[in-house]
């Protein structure tokens, strides 16, 4: 009975089936990219290779931004006993094309950290006005080395182009963004690298220990990233839950139309059920099969959807991908649940508490 | 034979915006097991409303209605249900079949709603009805594929596929021509002989109500002229 309803209406069908696809999409779409971007932002920070993060008094765990810093910690930082090399980084966020961060760094020193950028084509700063880009900015943004760039409203050459995954996707020398942001001698941040990773904690010790630092903040690589999740991204949080809320209604919303038109049309259908000693289970649970057939398929449909926009996303943008976790799958899925459910529910109500000759005599 | 089907001084009050309708007006109504009645009287005159209490779809205002020795009046309304799921067949003069679902689903809907036997067992019998029905080949047809008499004929079948105490039927062959009517009729009386099914039939037709063992005469809510009923007594007696 309840096949041959839903393939009574295909058209109202084919709505409540993508409606309800939509809003598994959408659910996982949003919690899927907001994920993949804080996993890969936490890698690339990894990437680094540095141990430790020295930062200025009250710096945002996330977007370090600004030059609070004089670059002259630098050695008293490399003087504490166990850093290998202390390197600046001045980080200038930037809203053309995505939101994204430029790191001002000094070559030598970042590269001590993680042992040097792979150069894919070109290689090293030449001139002040030079650019090192990575792979996948580089496809995103079809660069070539010896190519012009605008950055920060300035002409760059693209020296060379590098594997993605430490730090930023663009990097000037550290001078040139210095003078740029007119920021003589400044830093946003300096990376650390201990001798021995081992000796990490005694090493954040040791520069917490130092007088003149005394109000700078000092965390170990690992316990920064274990930090970051979307509960510390101001409103991401908020974001997400009114996207899945607004996602969740929609599937509401329709399937309580769909199943709230099916009633009104069926209910002569309904008076000649209950003559037939159908008793009001019987009809609330006809309706909510009905409606919950609608919220499978549609479900079905939005798993569907979402890995072929997971495809389209990457490989239109090398930058962005969408972390799908089986956990998100399951929830999202329970949610299309709870709302075809919820927007079956008063109608199925409706129904089973229709008076049958009242019904039976509807036309 | 015991008496499965009786009412005690029932009445009937719609309530159509603020005038009272009178539907029914005091009815006492007495079937035996096995016995044909014949329900006949001018449009309006309350045959379809009492159809409809005796087969629980509505509740009397006052007065009360035994089926099979149970207060049916007296029942919640999913009491009610339960008694008309296990207890009564009801054909219309609107056949009513599901118009989803083919002659074989409306036969395992009722089936379904009654409980009884596995799914393999309901498709047989399911198809055996329908057989004997002469409508085997219209087992996977919907009912806007079937011929009014056809309908009727499931409908029919549907109604006393759970085996019921009781069937009622509101004109069902009003809308039929006569040669459906015959055939329906003839089913009626077969239903009746062969496996002493109760049947109380509302029609307008003097032909059909001739095919009963007993005719009551409705007028304004109201039995009238039973004793007139000259097979009346007979048929009671035989019953005895
Ligand atoms: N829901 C209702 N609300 C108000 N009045 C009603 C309602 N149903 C029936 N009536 C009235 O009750 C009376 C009896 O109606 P009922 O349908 O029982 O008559 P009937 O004998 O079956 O007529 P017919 O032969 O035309 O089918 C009529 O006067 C009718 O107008
Ligand atoms: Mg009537």
């Not at chain 1, 209910?267 to 059920?273: A, D, F, K, S, V």
């Amino acid at each position: 009975m309840i096949v041959a309803n839903i393939l009574h209406r295909p058209m109202r069908t084919f709505v409540s089936v993508v409606a309800v696809a939509i809003q598994v999409t959408l659910v996982l779409l949003v919690v899927g990219i907001t994920t993949w971007m804080r996993v890969d932002s936490a890698k690339r920070q990894e990437g680094i290779g540095a141990d430790i993060m020295f930062r200025p008094p009250n710096a945002q765990l996330l977007w370090l931004t600004g030059a609070p810093m004089s670059v002259k910690f630098k050695e008293v930082l490399e003087r504490v006993e166990g850093v290998k090399v202390a390197a600046p980084v001045l980080i200038q966020t930037t809203t053309s094309g995505g939101l994204s961060q430029i790191f001002g760094i000094d070559l030598p020193s970042y590269s001590a950290l993680s042992g040097g950028f792979n150069y894919l084509r070109g290689g090293p700063f030449e001139e002040a006005l030079d650019v090192l880009v990575d792979d996948l900015h580089a496809r995103n943004n079809k660069l070539r080395v010896g190519d012009q760039i605008d950055v920060l409203n300035h002409k760059f050459r693209v020296c060379g182009i590098v594997e993605h995954g430490k730090g930023a996707r663009v990097f000037v020398p550290l001078a040139t963004l210095q003078d740029l942001m007119g920021a003589v001698d400044k830093t946003s941040v300096f990376y650390i690298k201990a001798k021995d990773p081992n000796e990490t904690d005694a090493v954040v010790q040791r520069i917490k220990a130092i007088p003149e630092l005394r109000d700078y903040s000092v965390i170990s690589i690992k316990e920064y990233l274990s930090q970051i999740t979307n509960a510390t991204i101001p409103a991401l949080n908020t974001f997400i839950d009114v996207m899945i809320f607004i996602a969740c209604l929609i599937g509401f919303l329709v399937i309580y139309l769909s199943m709230y038109t099916t009633i009104t049309e069926r209910t002569r259908e309904i008076g000649i059920l209950k003559s037939l000693g159908a008793s009001k289970l019987f009809i609330v649970d006809a309706i909510l099969r009905e409606a919950l057939l609608l919220t499978i398929l549609g479900i079905l449909l939005g798993l569907g959807f979402t890995f072929l926009a997971k495809r389209v996303i990457t490989t239109t943008l090398p930058t962005l991908s969408v972390l799908i976790t089986t956990a998100w799958v399951v929830r999202a899925s329970l949610l299309a649940v709870l709302a075809g459910v919820l927007g079956g529910f008063y109608p199925s109500l409706r129904a089973a508490s229709q008076d049958p000759i009242a019904a039976l005599s509807y036309e | 034979m015991k008496i499965i089907l009786e009412t005690k001084a029932v009445t009937k009050v719609y309530r159509a915006g603020k005038v009272d309708v009178l539907a029914l007006r005091g009815i006492d109504l007495r079937a035996h097991q096995g016995e044909f009645v014949a329900i006949m009287g001018p449009s309006g005159c309350g045959k379809s409303t009492l159809l409809h209490i005796l087969g629980g779809l509505t509740t009397p205002t006052s007065g009360e209605v035994w089926i099979d020795g149970v207060n049916v009046s007296a029942l919640s309304d999913a009491a009610r249900t339960r008694v008309r799921r296990d207890k009564i067949g009801f054909v219309f003069q609107r056949f009513n079949l599901l118009p989803t679902m083919t002659a074989q689903g409306n036969l395992e809907i009722a089936r379904h709603i009654h409980g009884n036997g596995s799914g393999a067992m309901q498709l047989q019998s399911s198809q055996e009805v329908l057989r004997v029905l002469g409508l085997e080949h219209k087992l996977r047809s919907k009912p806007l594929e079937m011929s009014g008499g056809e309908q009727q004929r499931v409908a029919l079948a549907r109604a006393v596929i759970n085996r019921p105490s009781i069937l009622l039927a509101d004109e069902p062959t009003g809308n039929l021509d006569s040669e459906n009517s015959q055939l329906v009729l003839k089913m009626l009386q077969e239903l009746n002989t062969k496996f002493t099914q109760t049947i109380i039939l509302i029609t307008h037709n003097p032909e059909v109500a001739a095919v009963a063992h007993r005719l009551v005469e409705m007028r304004d809510g109201r039995i009238v002229d039973r004793a007139q009923d000259v097979s009346y007594t007979a048929v009671e007696e035989s019953f005895l």
